[in-house]
């Protein structure tokens, strides 16, 4: 699905207005529009659907989470908490954002509010959530898939919105410059928290994807999580839903516990090719035909 959506012919029209975690993040990232507001919505209230399995997760977390003023965060992909990895594509999109922010976002799940994603590239437009039904009204009567039309009547209701300085999205810039503060203690320890086993996959991952096509990146993907579900080197998925989903003691018991006993040798086992009968490799179809150019890049 998260392939045929990242290379389908016509224009989509992706509106973030809440929680997108997981299955929501790949549902919608993959549009050629991907809309944000400044989503002030409560903890709990859910606007964008996404996998049960970080629904629970969220619950966990909502008394963790922070916000900018008003505004919670609303992107994030949280899955090395949980001894998986971010998927459905999202590591494609990811290796491309600007500098490493896509490996910071990815191996601590950071959580970024609607003007984070404009900054970083993630949202193409930026429309306040009082504007959403007007949005949606004009869309409805387009008669076109001219991209061109789509993202003019888009751009009627888009506002340029206002970054704060102490932005997660500065933060990697600004702590190369200053002293060390709490940003960088907890950054840590949301990484000490994570699967080790986690982290390695997904910074392998991401700088191979950034060279890579959304279909080889959604295939490869597919490798290493056919890997951790057969649970042959590592039952990290397995006890990270347990702490996390299941006894909610949230202390997981990782193995490896430690990033220095994973060796690189570890790591390449979970992207060999998958050698049982009952796992298949994913076949994707092929999609060269009357594609629009931005579909076309993404192959």
């Known amino acids: 699905m998260n392939y045929v959506m990242a290379t389908y012919s016509k224009p989509q029209v992706s509106i ?29 209230s859910i606007c964008v659907s996404f996998s049960s399995m970080l629904v629970s997760y969220f619950e966990v977390q909502t008394s963790a989470l922070s916000t900018y003023g008003d505004v919670f965060l609303v992107f994030a992909m949280p899955e090395t908490a949980l001894g998986l990895f971010p998927d459905v594509g999202v590591p494609y999109f990811l290796s491309r954002l600007p500098g490493f922010f896509g490996e910071y976002v990815g191996l601590t799940g950071a959580r970024l509010n609607g003007a984070e994603m404009l900054a970083c590239g993630l949202a193409t437009h930026f429309v306040p959530s009082s504007k959403l039904s ?21 751009d009627k209701y888009s506002e340029q919105p206002f970054l704060k300085d102490d932005s997660v999205y500065h933060r990697l810039e600004i702590e190369a410059t ?6 960088i ?25 950034r060279l890579l096509g959304i279909g080889p990146s959604l295939v490869l993907e597919y490798r290493i999580v056919c890997h951790i579900l057969k649970g042959h080197y590592s039952k990290d998925f397995f006890e990270g839903c347990r702490a996390i989903l299941l006894d909610k003691d949230r202390n997981p018991k990782w193995e490896p516990s430690k990033l220095e006993l994973l060796s690189d ?19 994707l179809p092929k999609r060269l035909k009357n594609l629009p150019t931005y579909a076309i890049a993404k192959l």
């Open 185 to 209: 203690s907890e950054t840590v320890q949301t990484l000490k928290k994570a699967s080790p086993t986690s982290l390695k996959i997904f910074l392998r991952l991401i700088r191979e994807v």
């Open 134 to 154: 007007l949005l949606e009204e004009a869309l409805c009567k387009v008669e076109t898939s001219d991209p061109n039309a789509v993202s003019a009547i888009i």
């Open 265 to 283: 040798s570890d790591v390449d086992r979970y992207f060999s090719k998958l050698d049982d009968e009952e796992w298949e490799e994913l076949e």
């Open 16 to 44: 973030l207005n809440g929680i997108v975690m997981g299955g929501g993040a790949g549902a919608s990232v993959h549009g050629r529009f991907r809309v944000v507001t400044e989503n002030t919505i409560k903890p709990g």
């Open 178 to 183: 200053s002293k060390a503060d709490h940003w």
